[in-house]
């Protein structure tokens, strides 16, 4: 198997703040030692990620010039190597997709950055991975209509503003109702979950959602592993257990891959000891090596 990482571009983060920065490279390297081969992401040109977002606001976030609104939304602090890192964060998304398209399966070992819209980049989001990789596809001709299936715990806001309004990409986004974002731009398919849902009402959702999602036509899928709907997660507000994670995934990419090449993007996970949330985002490399 192969896989895309950019755990190297360690971004500076003030002591004690919550983005799990150590998942990257720990997951890296545990992947690395069962023989996964690891692709360094690239960064990707600033006219790719043009084709999404929005142009003053790329502008912004190139110079450091984000208000402080801006800044605090997004919730890490700007310095050119948090930039760096957004761009590859996209280009191993983009490596991913490659691979799934030339081998039927593919994941990035980051990304999955939801929050980051067509106007806005939050929540630890600052470009939409999933919505830049589609764009490249289209540009080149490989691909045209998309379904993405976002199982992070928070709903794929980002995402349903550049992809919502758009009639050759479906989004479903399964997530917390009472949790981050707040103001919430619809999906093509929300489905909000209770506080404390378990794995078995949370697979029965899933499997419903899934019924209506795949009756949609696509040439490629985007799935959104997040770790954060695990019972431990601080940021999570659901009760899936390690098993019912890994149960969710089997049964997401054995619908999704007899069906056209699957991206595999990590997304959140924000356990109290991050190698809880290594350990769930393993289990998901396990199940797309398994189909490699
Ligand atoms: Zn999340």
């Not at 690891?38 to 208000?67: F, K």
């Not at 089997?250 to 959140?268: I, K, M, N, S």
Request: charged share 25%.
């Amino acid at each position: 198997m192969e896989a895309w990482s950019h755990d190297r571009w360690r971004i500076p983060l003030p002591e004690g703040h919550k983005f799990p920065i150590d998942k990257y490279e720990r997951l890296r390297r545990r992947v690395e030692a069962d023989g996964v081969v690891i692709h360094q992401s690239e960064p990707v040109p600033w006219e790719w990620l043009e084709a999404v977002h929005d142009a003053d606001l790329l502008a912004r976030i190139r110079d450091g010039a984000m208000t402080v609104r801006e800044q605090r939304g997004l919730g890490l602090p700007w310095s050119e190597l948090l930039v760096e890192r957004g761009r590859r964060s996209v280009g191993g998304t983009l490596g991913a997709a490659a691979h799934a398209l030339a081998h039927g399966i593919g994941m990035n070992l980051g990304g999955g950055t939801h929050h980051a819209g067509r106007t806005f980049a939050r929540g630890y989001c600052l470009f939409n991975d999933v919505a830049v990789t589609l764009a490249r596809l289209r540009a080149e001709g490989r691909a045209r209509r998309a379904l993405v299936v976002d199982c992070d715990v928070h709903q794929g806001d980002g995402t349903a503003q550049i992809l919502g309004p758009d009639p050759d990409a479906f989004a479903l986004s399964l997530h917390g109702a009472r949790n981050y974002p707040f103001e919430r731009i619809a999906s093509d398919l929300d489905v909000d979950l209770a506080s404390g849902t378990g794995d078995d009402e949370y697979l029965a959702a899933l499997s419903d959602a899934l019924d209506t999602a795949l009756a949609f036509d696509f040439d490629v899928a985007f799935y959104l592993a997040g770790a954060d709907p695990w019972e431990g997660d601080r940021l999570g507000r659901l009760s899936l257990t390690k098993a019912g994670l890994r149960a969710r995934d089997e049964h997401v990419l054995h619908r999704l891959t007899p069906r056209a090449p699957v991206v595999v993007v990590l997304a959140g996970g924000y356990a109290p000891d991050v190698d809880d949330t290594v350990e769930i985002n393993a289990a998901t490399v396990d199940i797309v090596r398994s189909l490699s």
